[in-house]
């Protein structure tokens, strides 16, 4: 049971690794390059605590193999904002909004809602609820979440960087 | 209680919290993100059975895996009992370790460290015990029944496995039944339910040479895992620190020692190498607390005119294996049935039961959301039977500030009234209850809560809450608080309710908090809705020292007349009266160094309260209503919408408020509709989030909020409870509302579709 | 929990794929998603010795049309098949269905493919394939069959496959004439959970009105997806009226043999074979009209 060696691109750098074929990313990223942002909420694919998006899709990294990742864009909640004090407008209003509690879902939640608006910028309440529900969230009742979505939808529009 | 005049600048504004940016990031460090060098893996072996007696442990196979560090099981452990209730020793009933007897399938039986994750896994399938099964009972009537096996047979002042009974009486209940021109009596069936926190715990424990242990953990309490962490050790509570990380959620289930934070400190030990313990969601599933399953009776006595006259409240807890934090639900369940409306005769007997299933501990709400389920529920079978509209039949009950129930508690605020009027009028009750289209509902449910437990069942030596504060030449300040957010933005809001005191900018204000070597002693953590007043009062304790010592720097520096008050606003101590006699704080502060010669400008606050029953300082109140519609024929409930008006106090920050409310109307969802543990012969058998469903963010119905302000004179500026109190009114408001729509009244919760379906007639 | 140990494989063909599989015989696993084949392992339940991933053979990912035909390749995810427009204009049941299984992420991994390979009786992309005469392309090391879904099906995670054979792909033969067709979901619980009853329904209508053709479909409530026959039976050449729609949904409900577990009982679950099958019908009517 040979290790396997990967190249992972994650947030623009460049990591050569040998896995045992058995890790999940989610482990590989947490582990063995200690960007410990994406979490573990349950490892079965229900909660979203460590969706990535690869090749800007929306993963659980949890239920995807690191070497089925080899040679892919991995964007994790690290490489969302870019400066130390500079937040992702999307931080920003989950920040503003109350969107954040405990905060163990959050990075999930950051990248869910990125996903979302690549493909919708302007959604309604009911898509933000449906490409949420993926994302389990205990402390807040999705509300302020979904006020945020809602708020950083109209501001990146206003912005035209909806990319 | 606080002596600042100036206006509320910092308090009531919705700032975000200090903790959003770092999480936001993903730069907050849980403690299962935490790793140091040399690190050991942990993995614990959980009973498989649910009961039996352990005959032989063999852990030589595990013990020669190359990776395997160490191996524990019970014999080498002190075998030191341990349990929240430190006041009562005899209910301490737990062993970090099980040594001759397992009770439940989750009891920890042994422990591994390994170099790996994978080793320390593999580990734990190689450890052989042999059980004699004993026979097992799971419900609370085949525990009680006769020859139903002891499950504490050790504790020999038990006859059976009622391990603790709470009585009160208030008035003459048979007396007052005698009058009655109208009684009710019903029995309900609440379920046990998962905290279904998103981190689930972990632990990460550093030795060093001496012997002296760091704690990293997932808990609410810090200060009772230092201290049953030591006890179980048989070691000085000084050797043990622990810190709190950022926590993902807890809810109530985070709030004692667990077996992994004894487990990886012992382990530690005897490495000498740092050991860390996560859990999967599955172990959280299968051996975590929950919120305890009850049977309750109640018996109601009215007059015609509506007017309660006495209740008769009987509750058995399903306990599961053992105490946990069953001995505090089994009081306030009795405290909380008595809440609400004014019962001039009340008694309560409560019952806590051991069955052969995972221990039920403290859960949001506390005893709370199952008391008032069958009460509340209770008053709209009330309400339409005595012909009553069930808010006017509330309105002619409802406690108002200054109600006293004997020997239990005196209420010092409360806007119950007014959130009754006001969420009749957001919803427009009146017409809506009268008239609705088919298979839609409306209908109400109530709440009160504590504001923090009086009752010092942990028995702690320390006041309830303490805090330091050091300011500085720059303007600056440092809070020191052993207060544990978990979540629930408590670090946010001391950090207000300094500003406002201080006249300090929030930002100006460093926190060091829940790191129990370094913040003052002590505090017992975040549960009963405690930290806000609690920690609250502690903070305006030391902001008055603070206050009366930089005072005197500028009564002197300007000379002023002694009558005088100094105010503290916009970074200034100033003369009240005459603004331009003042300094900058940061100038008080150098002031102050000056005239004592070096000194470090440093005090410290306490509260503890005392003389306030046994109950709490301060109460919490409010009103839900809920509109369902249901599918006729799928018996599906949708809820379209939830209106709340409550009165948490001053509301020191509304957007942390309306987050709880918000997350709380999530988790009452989830109690009254889709959450329930699959058990069978002890086993839980639904263990993921796929099979045990908690509401997701397509499920959630609109919201609406309003606050009652009221001021509360136990608070912090006026403040209280606005956290676990909204966990409760959301079941019986849905459970109402489903009534209203179908006919159907829930007596055992969940609601689901077969039941309203089955009572419908339809299947 | 780590997941237990394999190695892991990447073919570069179908051929070389199918030759690994039949190589260690009953000992190794297709994946594709991996949704359901991580969980299994999670559980305990699959422990295969060699995983065999579908991910780097060239066009396994393709949703194809021909004047005739729609294939869905084998690495098609169901947020690609959901969002296809030849999908969604032919097959509404299945781009329905496909959007409705498991949640967003789950969506961007997982397969059709996957989610009809494992057998799944509530399988949500299982009932709308059965409606629409889907056919499996199977491969092995020696060459290709093609197996109607309906037979492909024999219990709960069993299916036709034999030693060595994996599918290729699904092919749907393109409608002709105007056909109406649905999904219906019943997941109590949650908006996002799995089907306690899933109904597929679809009616090919001559010029008079009547019913040129029926299937019904009925998920989670039999070991197999199963299409319910005898109720198909009784559309065919009728006109459908509310009473014909009631006797064609109580016969779905008795050819239904649910069981009870924890997510439901098995007499709600027949019952809601009934009322998802009117409601199919119903649709199918409404649209039509
Ligand atoms: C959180 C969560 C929610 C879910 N919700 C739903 C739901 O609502 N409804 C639902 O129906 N399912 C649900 N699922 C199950 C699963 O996601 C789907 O069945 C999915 O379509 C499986 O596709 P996959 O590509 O991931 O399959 P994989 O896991 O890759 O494969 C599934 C099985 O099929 C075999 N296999 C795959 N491809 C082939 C092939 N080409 N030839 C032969 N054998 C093959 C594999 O060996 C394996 O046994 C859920 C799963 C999770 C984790
Ligand atoms: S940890 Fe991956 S979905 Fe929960
Ligand atoms: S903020 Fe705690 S789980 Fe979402």
């Known amino acids: 049971m040979d290790k396997v060696c990967i190249t992972l691109n994650v947030n623009g750098d460049r990591y050569e690794l040998a896995v045992d074929p058995w890790r999940t990313l989610v482990e590989v990223l947490r582990d063995d390059l200690n960007l410990t942002g994406t979490k573990i909420g349950c490892q079965t694919g229900d909660c979203g605590a460590c969706t990535v998006l690869i090749d800007g899709k929306s993963v659980a990294s949890c239920m995807m193999l690191a070497v089925a990742a080899d040679n892919k864009n991995i964007a994790t909640i690290e490489g969302l904002s870019t400066g130390q004090d500079e937040l992702h407008p999307i931080q920003e209003a989950f920040v503003e909004q109350g969107a954040i509690q405990c905060g163990y879902c959050t990075p999930g939640m950051v990248l869910s809602t990125k996903y979302l608006l690549d493909q919708n910028p302007d959604p309604t309440e009911t898509e933000i609820r449906q490409a949420l529900s993926g994302n389990l969230c205990r402390c807040t009742g999705y509300h302020r979440i979904v006020k945020a979505v809602e708020a950083v939808a109209v501001k990146m529009r206003a912005d035209g960087k909806g990319e | ?763 | 929990m780590s997941l237990p140990k394999f190695t892991y494989c990447e073919p570069k063909t179908l051929e070389e794929a199918a030759l690994k599989l039949a190589e260690y015989d009953g000992r190794a696993r297709i994946v594709a998603g991996g949704t359901d084949l991580l969980l299994g392992m999670r559980r305990g339940i699959a422990k295969p010795e060699v995983v065999i991933s579908l991910a780097r053979i060239a066009g396994a990912n393709a949703i194809v049309a021909s004047a005739t035909e729609l294939r869905i390749g084998a690495m098609a995810t169901l947020a690609e098949v959901a969002q296809h427009p030849l999908v969604q204009q032919h097959f509404p049941a299945l781009a329905c269905a496909a959007a409705v299984t498991g949640t967003v992420q789950i969506r961007n991994m997982g397969t059709v493919v996957g989610n009809i390979c494992n057998a799944s009786p509530s399988a949500d992309t299982a009932t709308p394939l059965l409606i629409y005469d889907a056919k499996m392309i199977v491969v092995a090391p020696g060459g290709e069959r093609t197996v109607a879904l309906a037979e492909f099906f024999r219990g709960p995670g069993k299916t036709a496959l034999t030693q060595g054979e994996l599918v290729k792909e699904i092919v749907l033969k393109l409608p002709s004439g105007t056909t109406r067709s649905n999904y219906q979901k019943l997941s109590p619980r949650s908006k996002v959970d799995i089907a306690i009853v899933g109904v597929s329904a679809l009616l090919a209508f001559s010029e008079t009105g009547a019913i040129r053709r029926a299937r019904i479909a009925i998920g989670s409530v039999a070991p197999v997806p199963k299409r319910a026959l005898e109720a198909e039976n009784m559309l065919e050449g009728c006109q459908l009226t509310p009473e014909v729609i009631a006797a064609v949904a109580a016969v779905a409900a008795k050819e239904a043999a649910p069981i009870t577990d924890m997510r439901a009982s098995e007499d709600y679950r027949r019952s809601m074979v009934a009322v998802l099958t009117r409601r199919a019908l119903q649709q199918n009517q409404r649209e039509q009209q």
């Not at chain 2, 004997?406 to 806007?415: F, M, Y």
């Open chain 2, 1 to 763: 209680m606080s002596q600042n005049n100036s206006a509320m600048k910092v308090v009531g504004q919705s700032i975000p919290r200090i903790d959003a940016p770092i999480k936001a990031t993903g730069k907050a460090r849980y403690t299962g993100d935490m790793k140091l060098p040399g690190m050991l893996y942990g993995k614990m072996l959980f009973s498989s059975v649910p009961h039996a007696s352990i005959v032989r442990i063999d852990v030589s196979k595990a013990l020669a895996l190359p990776g395997v560090k160490d191996v524990i099981v019970g014999k080498d452990t002190p075998g030191i009992k341990f349990g929240n209730w430190r006041l009562f020793p005899a209910t301490q009933d737990e062993l970090p370790l099980a040594i001759d007897k397992v009770r439940f399938i989750g009891d920890a039986v042994a422990a591994v460290a390994a170099i790996s994750q994978d080793i320390a896994d593999e580990a734990i399938g190689l450890i052989e015990v042999e059980y004699a099964p004993l026979p097992a009972v799971y419900t609370i009537e085949d525990s009680l029944a006769a020859g139903a096996p002891l499950i504490h047979d050790e504790n020999k002042e038990l006859t059976n496995n009622i391990s603790l009974d709470r009585k009160i009486d208030v008035g003459d209940v048979d007396a007052a039944f005698a009058t009655a021109d109208y009684v009710r009596e019903d029995t309900v069936f609440v379920h046990a339910v998962s905290h279904a926190y998103m981190e689930p715990c972990a632990v990460l424990v550093e030795p060093d040479t001496e012997g002296r242990l760091t704690i990293w953990t997932s808990t609410q309490t810090p200060y009772i895992v230092q201290c049953l962490l030591a006890s179980t050790l048989a070691i000085p509570e000084n050797h043990v620190r622990v810190v709190k990380p950022y926590i993902g959620g807890g809810f109530g289930g985070k709030m004692e020692l667990r077996p992994w934070d004894f487990c990886a400190s012992l382990l530690a030990r005897r490495t000498g190498r740092p050991v860390r313990f996560v859990l999967t969601r599955v172990e959280e599933f299968e051996v975590g607390r929950r919120r305890h399953g009850m049977k309750i009776r109640s018996k109601v006595a009215f007059k015609k005119d509506g007017t309660l006259i006495a209740k008769d409240f009987e509750a058995y807890l399903d306990g599961g294996a053992y105490n946990s934090m069953g001995p505090t639900a089994t009081f306030l369940c009795g405290n909380f049935g008595a809440m609400l409306y004014r019962y001039p005769n009340y008694r309560y007997r409560g019952h806590h039961v051991y069955t052969n299933k995972p221990p039920a501990g403290a859960m949001r709400g506390f005893g709370a959301p199952q008391a008032l389920y069958l009460s509340e529920t209770q008053m709209n079978i009330a309400a339409e039977e005595l012909g009553i509209d069930p808010i006017e039949l509330r309105l002619k009950n409802a406690m108002v500030t200054g109600d006293v129930i004997e020997g239990v508690t005196r209420i010092s605020s409360a806007g119950f009234v007014e959130s009754l009027h006001k969420v009749a009028e957001m919803t427009n009750w009146k017409e809506k209850r009268a008239s609705l289209a088919p298979n839609k509902g409306i209908g109400i449910g109530c709440y009160s809560f504590i504001s923090g437990g009086v009752f010092n069942w942990f028995n702690t030596q320390y006041n309830f809450a303490s805090c330091e504060i050091r300011a500085y030449s720059d303007g600056t300040a440092h809070l020191l608080t052993m207060a544990a957010d978990i979540g629930q933005g408590s670090d946010t809001v001391l950090r207000q309710i300094m500003a406002q005191d201080l006249g300090l900018d929030p930002e100006q204000i460093r926190l060091t908090a829940a790191d129990v070597t370094m913040t003052p002693k002590a505090d017992l953590g975040t549960w009963g809705s405690r930290v806000t007043l609690m920690n609250g009062n502690a903070v305006l304790d030391a902001t008055q020292k603070m206050r009366a010592e930089l005072a005197k720097m500028v009564s002197l520096r300007f000379n002023l007349n002694v009558i005088h008050e100094v105010a503290f606003a916009d970074g200034r101590v100033f003369a009240k009266a005459q603004p331009a006699k003042g300094i900058s704080f940061g100038e008080a502060v150098t002031m102050w160094v000056k005239a004592n010669r070096g000194e470090e400008l440093v005090v410290r606050g306490h509260y503890t309260p005392r003389d306030l029953g046994l109950t709490s300082p301060a109460y919490s109140f409010g009103a839900q209503v809920a509109e369902v519609e249901v599918d006729p024929e799928t018996g599906v409930v949708t809820v379209e919408k939830v209106s709340t008006a409550h009165d948490c106090g001053t509301v020191i920050n509304p957007l942390a408020v309306e987050g709880q409310l918000e997350g709380a109307i999530q988790m009452g969802l989830g109690y009254a509709l889709c959450e329930q543990f699959v058990m069978r012969d002890g086993k839980t058998l639904n263990t993921t989030f796929l099979d045990y469903k908690v509401p997701a963010a397509e499920d959630m119905p609109a919201i609406a909020s309003a606050a009652i302000e009221t001021y509360e004179p136990q608070g912090p500026l006026g403040a209280k409870e606005a956290g676990e109190g909204l966990a409760i009114p959301t079941a019986p408001a849905v459970s109402d509302a489903v009534w209203h729509a179908t006919g159907y009244r829930c007596k055992d919760l969940p609601i689901t579709p077969e039941k309203i379906l089955r009572a419908t007639g339809k299947l």
